[in-house]
C-alpha cells in the first residue's frame, strides 16, 4: 500500500459523459501528479501539482482539468468523453518537487 | 522533447539474470528511474540514477551513463514473481517524470 488512495476503482460511462476522479495523496506530500495509462502504453504525464499550484503540464487535452485543493487532494475532470479516453488514470505523489513517486492502484475508466 | 527507448518484451528463465536496457533523449537531464508494474497494478519505484555508475540494491541494480544517455535495470537470480513490466522515466526540467513505453518481462520455470 502506497498512501494514495483513488477513487473511483472503476467507472464506466457513456461518450459524451463528464467524470471526476479523485486522488488523496500520501500524509505529508505536497506534489500531485497524473498520468493516462491506455491500453499496451507507457504512463503519460498529464499535469502535476505542488502545494495547490499547477507546477507543470504535459500532454493533458484541453477536455480534461485538475485542481489541487487546500487539503492537498486533487480531482482529475474528464468532459465530453470519447472512446479513446477508456484508459487507467493513475495518481502519484511525491514529497517534494523531485522525487520518487508513489502511485495509487489507479481508476479504470471505461467509456462506451 | 523527450523520448526513451527500451525493449518491448524480454523473457528469461528462473534464475537467470536480465539486462533490460533504456535509452534517452532529453533536456535539462536530472536522472533516471525504474519502476516495476505488475499486470495494470500501480506501478513501483525501484531505483534512481543520478550520477553514472551502478546502484545496487538486493537482486536489482541499476547502471547509468550520462554521456551515452544510457541506463540499464540488472535482475539477478530471476524469481516467477519478477514477470512485470519494468519502465525508465526520466527526470527532467523542473519537475516532470517521462516514461518510457516499458519492458514486458516473462519468467519462465
Known amino acids: 500500500d502506497s498512501g494514495v488512495t483513488q477513487t473511483p476503482k472503476h467507472l464506466i460511462t457513456a461518450t459524451g459523459q463528464r467524470v471526476t476522479l479523485r486522488c488523496s495523496p500520501r500524509s505529508g506530500d505536497l506534489s500531485v501528479y497524473w498520468y493516462q495509462q491506455s491500453l499496451d502504453q507507457g504512463l503519460q504525464f498529464l499535469i502535476q501539482?505542488?502545494?495547490?499550484?499547477?507546477?507543470a503540464k504535459g500532454n493533458i487535452l484541453e477536455r480534461f482539468s485538475a485542481q489541487q485543493f487546500p487539503d492537498l487532494h486533487s480531482e482529475l475532470n474528464l468532459s465530453s468523453l470519447e472512446l479513446g479516453d477508456s484508459a487507467l488514470y493513475f495518481c502519484a505523489s511525491s514529497v517534494e518537487v523531485i522525487g520518487e513517486l508513489f502511485f495509487g492502484e489507479g481508476s479504470r475508466l471505461t467509456v462506451l | 522533447g523527450q523520448s526513451l527507448e527500451q525493449p518491448s518484451e524480454v523473457t528469461a528463465v528462473e534464475g537467470a539474470i536480465v539486462q533490460i536496457n533504456c535509452t534517452y533523449q532529453?533536456?535539462?537531464?536530472?536522472?533516471l528511474s525504474w519502476y516495476q508494474q505488475h499486470d495494470g497494478g500501480a506501478p513501483t519505484f525501484l531505483s534512481y540514477n543520478g550520477l553514472d555508475g551502478l546502484e545496487e540494491t538486493g537482486r536489482f541494480s541499476s547502471f547509468l551513463s550520462r554521456s551515452d544517455s544510457y541506463g540499464y535495470l540488472l535482475l539477478q537470480e530471476l524469481q516467477m514473481k519478477d514477470s512485470a513490466s519494468y519502465f525508465c522515466?526520466?527526470?527532467?526540467?523542473?519537475?516532470?517524470?517521462?516514461f518510457g513505453k516499458g519492458t514486458m518481462l516473462l519468467v519462465s520455470p
Open positions: 532529453t533536456s535539462g537531464f536530472y536522472g
Open positions: 501539482y505542488y502545494n495547490g499550484e499547477e507546477r
Open positions: 522515466a526520466v527526470k527532467s526540467g523542473y519537475s516532470t517524470l517521462t
